[in-house]
C-alpha cells in the first residue's frame, strides 16, 4: 500500500499512521485516519460530504456531525488555523478539498504467502537486471487474490464491528465524555462520600460546556471504578472517552489522580495526580475539567469558563456536610432521602448562603414528597421555598430551575413559566438529562409530539441506562399515540429492570388502548403491593374495567377510597377507574375536585393523554380546557 507525503507529514496506508517530516507520530483514532486517508487519496477534488462519508462509515448510518468533528480534529493535528485553507477547504454546500499537492512513494509489503528474497549485493559496474512483466495470466491471478483479500477485508471490517466483544461504536462523537466512579483509596469506607463528591462536581463542571456529551451520574454510577472492560461500556454509553480515578484523603490532604481513555483505541489521553488541601479542591477540580475540555478540543464560551472557575463555598466544613447530602440523595430511598436532608441543613448552618446545599435541600424534600405520602405537603412546602432561596443566592443553578420547572407544571398549571424554567435550565447545562426528560414530557403534554419526542431522546442519550428515562420514552411515545413505539420502549426498560412498576403499569395502559385487554391485565399482575399505591390502583382499576372486569375495578375504587383516609390520593386516579368503567359523569367530579384541590397530574393531561379521548366532545371537557389554558 502507499505512502503519502505532503506539507511536511507522512502517511502510511498499510500501518494506518500518520508522522511529520521529522518522524513524530501523530495518533489518530481509526475512523478520523479513515477520513484523512479519503482526503488525501483524492487530493484536489471537491468531495461531496455524503461520498466521504459512505467512504469512512460504509456499514453504517452516521449523522453529518461524526464528518464535522473528525475534519475539525484532521485540521487541529496539522496546524491549520482558524480561516486558513492551508490543508482541508470547506466548499460551502458541497463538501470538502485536500489542498496539499501529494506526493506517492511505493511502499512494497511482503506477504506471509511469499517469502521476502535477500537483498541482492550489486556491483557499481553491473548492468541493471532487466524488470519481468508479469503475464496476462499472472496478472489476472494478481487482480483474483487482490480481490479475494479485499472482500476478507470487507467481512473482516463488518465482523469487527458486529463481534460481541468490541461493543464500542465508531459512531460516538470524540466530543463525548462518561466519569466513571472514583475508586476510594483512604482506607476508611466513610470516606467514600467525598470520593464519590470530587467525581460528582468533576461531572458537574464538564457537563456546563455545551460542545461536550457528559453522560449523567445515573448511568455512569453502575460500574466500578476501575474496569477491564472499558471498550464495552464505552459502547453501551455511547461515548469515545472515559474518565476514571481514585481519592486517597489523610486529614486535610487529598491527593487525586485521574486517567482519561479514549475507549475505542484504549489508548491513555493523559494523566495526573494532584496532592491538594482540601480548601483547594474546587480549584484541582476546575483544572481537571478545563484540561478535559482541551485534550477533547471542545469550544468554551465565555460564561462556560467562568461557571469552570465557580466557587460554590469557602467554608471545608458546609462543603463536607453538602458531599455527605448529596451522597445519602444519590441512593434514591425514603431513608436516604431523610439523612440527605439532614446533612444539607447543616451544612446551611455551617454557610448559609450556601446556593447548591439549598438546592440539595429543595430535591431531598421534593423526592420526599414523592416517596412519603403522610408528609407530601409539607415537604413541598419546604422544597418550594428552599429552591427559591437557592436560586435567590445563584440564579445560575441549572438544576434549580429545572426543578422550578417542574413545580410550575405539576402544582401551579403555568405552563409559560414551567418552559421557560426548563429552557433556562438547559440553557445553563446542556447535558442535564434530567432537564431534558422533564422538557420532553412538558412537550408532548402541551400537544407539540414531535418536539416532545426529540428531547426526551436527547435525555436517553445523556442517560442511556436509566430505567426511568426509557420508561418516560416509552410514556412520550403513548402520549403521542404511537402505540407500538411505546410498547416496544417499555419491554427495552424492562430488560434494564424486570420490577420496575412504572414500566409494567404504562406498558398495561397502552396494551388496553391497543385492545389488548387481557395481555394489559397480564402487565399489571406483574406489579406488586398495587392495594398501597394510589397510582397503580388507578391503573388496575382502568385496565380492568376497560376489559368488561367490572367487579375488579370497583375493588379497586374501594381500596383508594380507603387510602384516601390515610394519605393524601389525587383525585385523578379514580378518574382513570371511572373512565374504565365508562361512569363519564363520575369522571367529570373527580375531575373538577383535581381542578379545585389544585391536584398534582390534575390538568397535565387533558391536552394530549388519549386516556380522556371518550370525553373529548362533552362541552364540559372543553371548559376544564379552558380553566387549565389549554384552548384558544
Known sequence: MPVYEFAGFRLDAAKRLLRRSDGTPLPLTPRVFETLLYLV??????????????????DAVVEENNLTQNISILRRVLGQERG?????????????RFVPDVKTADHIETTAMEPARPRAEVSTNAHPLPIERPSARGRA?????????????????????KSADRKVTPLASEKSIAVLPFANLSGDPENAYFADGVKDEILTRLSKVADLKVISNTSTQKFKSKPDNIREIAGQLGVAHILEGSVQRSGDTVRVTVQLIHATSDTHVWAET???????????ETEVAERIATALAATLTGTEKAALQEKPTANVAAYHSYLRGRYFWNKRTVEGYRLALVHFNRALDEDPAYAQAYAGLADACLFLSGDDAAGQREALTRGRAALRKALELDDTLAEAHASLGLLELNFDWNWAKAEEEFK??????PNYATAHQWYGEFLV???????????????????????????????????????????AQFHRALEMDPQFAVAHGLLALTLSFQGKHEEAIAQIQQIGNI?????????????????????????????????????????????LVYLGLEQKDAAFAELE?????????????????????????DPRYADLLRRAHFAP
Open 41 to 58: 487519496e483524492h487530493g484536489g477534488q471537491v468531495l461531496e460530504r455524503d461520498r466521504v462519508m459512505e467512504a469512512v462509515w460504509p
Open 84 to 96: 486558513s485553507n492551508e490543508f482541508i477547504v470547506t466548499v460551502p454546500g458541497r463538501g470538502y
Open 141 to 161: 491471478g494478481s487482480i483474483a487474490l487482490a480481490g479475494a483479500v479485499v472482500l476478507l477485508g470487507i467481512v473482516a471490517s463488518v465482523w469487527w464491528s
Open 274 to 284: 494532584y496532592d491538594r488541601k482540601i480548601a483547594d479542591m474546587f480549584q484541582m
Open 424 to 429: 433556562r435550565s438547559l440553557a445553563l447545562n
Open 445 to 487: 403534554s402541551m400537544g407539540r409530539s414531535d418536539e416532545g419526542i426529540a428531547e426526551i431522546k436527547k435525555a436517553a442519550a445523556l442517560d442511556p441506562l436509566s430505567v426511568v428515562i426509557s420508561t418516560d420514552v416509552g410514556k412520550v411515545y403513548l402520549l403521542a399515540r404511537r402505540y407500538d413505539e411505546a410498547v
Open 531 to 575: 392495594d398501597s399505591n394510589p397510582m397503580h390502583l388507578g391503573w388496575q382499576g382502568y385496565v380492568c374495567g376497560r376489559a368488561g372486569r367490572k367487579t375488579e375495578a370497583e375493588n379497586a375504587l374501594k381500596q383508594l377510597d380507603l387510602l384516601a383516609r390515610r394519605i393524601e390520593v389525587s383525585p385523578h386516579w379514580p378518574t
Open 593 to 617: 375536585k383535581a381542578f379545585q384541590e389544585k391536584a398534582v397530574a390534575g390538568a397535565i393531561p387533558l391536552k394530549a393523554n388519549p386516556i380522556f379521548d371518550p370525553l373529548r366532545s
